[in-house]
């Protein structure tokens, strides 16, 4: 079994800081991408961040410049450092990670974490 467990979520005032982590753990052959997502109450999950397994990033044009995505590989852990929050980022945040659970799987299997809420206060 695989898990996605993340952490960080809270509240804060615009302007703001937070950092959230996600841990895998269970039978991980190989952790390739890994992602992170949000979604606003009515709207649809949207990526925010997302980092490859060797560390090549891309960004949503709205987080650009204030958040960064980074990976620990020896932990199995992906963290997002969200500087500068505005209300609009309020938002359930899910990690995603795209992995081999054991050698012989034949190609990427796609889990998700429970989610953490982010709500940012103006």
């Known amino acids: 079994q695989v898990q996605l467990v993340e952490s960080g979520g809270g509240l804060v005032q615009a302007g703001g800081s937070l950092r959230l982590s996600c841990e895998a753990s269970g039978s991980i052959f190989r952790l390739n991408a890994m992602g992170w997502y949000r979604q606003a109450p009515g709207k649809e999950r949207d990526l925010v961040a997302a980092?490859?397994?060797?560390?090549?990033?891309n960004y949503a044009d709205s987080v650009k410049g204030r958040f960064t995505i980074a990976r620990d590989s020896a932990k199995k852990t992906m963290y997002l450092q969200m500087n500068s929050l505005k209300p609009e980022d309020t938002a359930v945040y899910y990690c995603?990670?795209?992995?081999?659970?054991?050698?012989?799987?034949?190609?990427?299997?796609?889990?998700w974490g429970q989610g953490t809420q982010v709500t940012v206060s103006s």
């Open positions: 995603n990670a795209k992995l081999r659970p054991t050698i012989y799987a034949p190609y990427d299997y796609t889990y």
């Open positions: 980092i490859t397994r060797g560390g090549s990033t």
